[in-house]
């Protein structure tokens, strides 16, 4: 899924891609706030009259809510899956709560998934004593299995990330303890503005599926 940045709290779902094995989802809608110039650059995606362009062609997209019950059924089909993504927790997840939210989908959501687990730090944690200059996915990619992928389009990072996952094998009690749902997400969104964040809750995962909302890593 990706987004734009350019609004901080208020920033819109532009993209959405998940991958679990060789299934793959990927969706675009048009943004109802302005895309910032510099994500535009980085994505390649523009809005021209109400129209969606990436790298100067036409994409099909669809409402919000369409692109979100889409989610929620490849979701079902899966058997409440635990989404991963890398960076996710910061601010991804936030922006897919208050569309859920906007739309009415959050409890048709939750009760299709076990959770969210963010593999920025999962990564920092299995490679902790390995040298890495950043924990970036797109560095790790590099580095770990000796792959350059576009970067910044989105199902190519969900694609990218779920064979990065495979790599790293990190033990169930290091999944377990950066796993998180959407009403830890709203909690850290508002402490954050106010105080900084705070706890972290545990779900139980099941098995994972890739999901990628797009957004540049802060704090590698």
């Known amino acids: 899924m990706r987004v734009s940045p350019s609004s901080g709290p208020t920033c819109d779902l532009v993209q959405l891609a998940a991958v679990s094995g060789d299934r793959s989802l ?29 790298h100067r062609r036409a994409v099909p997209t669809s409402p919000l809510q369409e692109v979100l019950l889409c989610f929620v059924t490849f979701l079902r089909a899966l058997g409440r899956p635990l989404l991963a993504g890398h960076n996710i927790r910061r601010f991804d997840c936030r922006v897919l709560a208050r569309a859920l939210d906007e739309t009415g989908l959050r409890t048709q959501f939750e009760a299709s998934v076990a959770g969210c687990v963010d593999t920025l730090p999962v990564a920092r944690e299995v490679l902790k004593d390995c040298g890495m200059r950043s924990f970036k996915q797109e560095y790790l990619v590099k580095e770990l299995m000796g792959v350059d992928y576009k970067a910044h389009d989105a199902l ?4 990218s990330l779920q064979t990065l996952y495979y790599v790293l094998q990190p033990k169930p009690e290091v999944v377990a303890r950066y796993t998180f749902g959407l009403s830890d997400v709203q909690v850290v969104a508002k402490e954050e503005l106010t105080a900084g964040p705070k706890g972290k809750r545990l779900l139980p995962g099941q098995r994972l599926l890739w999901q990628h909302l797009e957004q540049p890593e802060k704090d590698h």
């Open 26 to 54: 990927n969706l675009y809608t048009v943004p109802r706030c302005r895309m910032e110039p510099g994500a535009a650059r980085v994505t390649g995606l523009r809005v021209r009259r109400h129209k969606l362009y990436l």
């Open 156 to 159: 190519e990072d969900v694609r």
